[in-house]
Antibody
Framework: EVQLVESGGDLVKPGGSLRLSCSAS????????LTWVRQAPGKGLEWVGR??????????DYAAPVKGRFTISRDDSKDTVYLQMSSLKAEDTAVYYC??????????????????WGQGTMVTVSS | QSALTQPASVSGSPGQSITISCTGT?????????VSWYQQYPGKAPKLIIY???NRPSGVSNRFSGSKSGNTASLTISGLQAEDEGDYYC???????????FGTGTKVTVL
């Protein structure tokens, strides 16, 4: 079974840091590009960032609101992707999901169609 | 990068068809055929129901269909059922560094 499981969510003070983890199983993790999406309470989905595979130099891209504060990394030996968050703000309060794209045969939609999602982990930024 | 625009709510009676619009720009919906739709129940992760404008992933009901015209994409749910009640989000690949932009979300109510 293809699965993603996030962990690490917590209550953190403004200006603080937190690292989220997303562990994968059921697919070839090393080939996958992984995306983080967040959802503030009662709000819509927001793309946060993405990391490509090692063969694509583990290139990353970030949404403007988090660029320079968030860093996505991966450890293929552990089938895990990370979201390091620093200088956290109240507006970063959200459920954070990791997601993987849909693959139909050899055609993978890493950046435009997210088929596999984790259950989400809650990050609350408050004093 | 602004979110794609969706109606806040759409409702219909069981058995009816409803359509949800998703309006973007010439930098996202209008430029690429990489529009996806997601269904989300409260407290749950989103589920992919349409990709590449009109394709359904394996296992998704054929009551869901998608289309696009210019900068606006649409999701149609036919034969509306109680289980279709939930939130629906569109998304599109985009030329900006954001890569993927989501819609504002539509709450579907089955009357």
């Amino acid at each position: 079974e293809v699965q993603l499981v996030e962990s690490g969510g917590d209550l953190v003070k403004p200006g603080g840091s937190l690292r989220l983890s997303c562990s994968a199983s059921g697919f070839t993790f090393s080939n996958a590009w992984l995306t983080w999406v967040r959802q503030a309470p009662g709000k819509g989905l927001e793309w946060v960032g993405r990391i490509k595979s090692k063969t694509s130099n583990e290139a990353t891209d970030y949404a403007a609101p988090v660029k320079g504060r968030f860093t996505i990394s991966r450890d293929d030996s552990k089938d895990t992707v990370y979201l390091q968050m620093s200088s956290l703000k109240a507006e970063d309060t959200a459920v954070y999901y990791c997601a993987a794209g849909l693959c139909v045969g050899a055609d993978c939609h890493w950046d435009d169609a997210f088929e596999t999602w984790g259950q989400g982990t809650m990050v609350t930024v408050s004093s | 990068q602004s979110a794609l625009t969706q109606p806040a709510s759409v409702s219909g009676s069981p058995g009816q068809s409803i359509t949800i619009s998703c309006t973007g720009t010439s930098s996202d919906v209008g430029l690429y055929n990489y529009v996806s739709w997601y269904q989300q129940y409260p407290g749950k992760a989103p589920k992919l129901i349409i990709y590449e404008v009109s394709n359904r992933p394996s296992g998704v009901s054929n009551r869901f269909s998608g289309s696009k015209s210019g900068n606006t994409a649409s999701l149609t749910i036919s034969g509306l059922q109680a289980e279709d009640e939930g939130d629906y989000y569109c998304s599109s690949y985009t030329t900006t560094n954001t890569l993927s932009v989501f819609g504002t979300g539509t709450k579907v109510t089955v009357l």
